[in-house]
């Protein structure tokens, strides 16, 4: 399959009920994965993916990159096919998923943030809303 169909097939996975579009297909990937308003690994994220696929990217790069990607699917790929390690020498391994190393606890700071992001966002949706709705010439911000 080509690109294309690739990005088709999964907007239509994504959004079932839209009719699919290569422009709003890459829009919807380009937001899910590489927006920093909208995905957000923090350093943590960033030195945990660095640790478990042996990347060396800065710690600032707090999206994912097209290198994250390329070693996540080798290395599901190498774990499916059984093997114990990957060319560079990584050791390939399942997670458990109820290792404590594999938790983490969220500061008061991280859950505040995503709280006013997600309200934020609300009140952005309905002043754009309203924008689009309302004549433009009588528009206060009282309405």
């Known amino acids: 399959t080509t690109q294309d169909e690739a990005l088709l097939d999964i907007y239509r996975k994504l959004r079932p009920g839209e009719p699919p579009a290569r422009d709003a297909a890459q829009t919807l990937l380009d937001n899910f994965y590489f927006n920093p308003k909208r995905y957000d690994t923090a ?13 060396s990217l800065p710690y600032d790069q707090q999206v994912l ?48 943030q995503n709280q006013l992001r997600t309200g ?19 528009i206060t911000p009282q309405t």
């Open 65 to 112: 990159t097209m290198d994250d990607i390329v070693a996540a699917i080798h290395y599901i790929c190498a774990l499916h096919e059984g093997e114990t390690e990957l060319a560079d020498g990584l050791p390939v391994e399942p997670d458990d998923i109820d290792h404590f190393g594999n938790r983490r606890v969220r500061t008061v700071g991280e859950l505040i």
């Open 43 to 55: 350093k943590v994220g960033r030195y945990k993916i660095n640790k478990k696929l042996s990347l």
């Open 120 to 138: 934020l966002g609300r009140m952005e949706r309905v002043v754009r809303d309203r924008m689009t709705t309302q004549d433009i010439e009588a």
